[in-house]
């Protein structure tokens, strides 16, 4: 049910606040993906020093959770794909 509202959300949008949205998403993915790199080195270390434990456990959900999320920001990226905007 909240998808659905925020789709319609996103739908309602004017152009300027979609792109405004946009560059938040760029920001937020390249602050993600750094997360993500870090999270995983710290999964290889953790590994080669010791082996697999909760060191290793919670990075990963982490990382689960991070690359959930960016399917969120799918419906904004073919909102702005429909609309022709960058």
């Given at each position: ?32 993906a ?18 697999i ?34």
């Amino acid at each position: 049910m909240a998808k659905q509202s925020e789709e319609k959300k996103l739908s309602e949008c004017t152009d300027e606040e979609l792109l405004e949205k946009a560059k938040k998403l760029k920001s937020d993915s390249i602050l993600s993906a750094f997360a993500i790199g870090f999270m995983a080195g710290m999964i290889i270390f953790s590994i080669a020093v010791n082996s697999i434990g909760l060191i290793t456990l919670i990075p990963l959900f982490f990382i689960y959770k991070m690359l959930k999320g960016d399917k969120k920001n799918k419906e904004l990226r073919e909102i702005l794909k429909e609309r022709n905007l960058k």
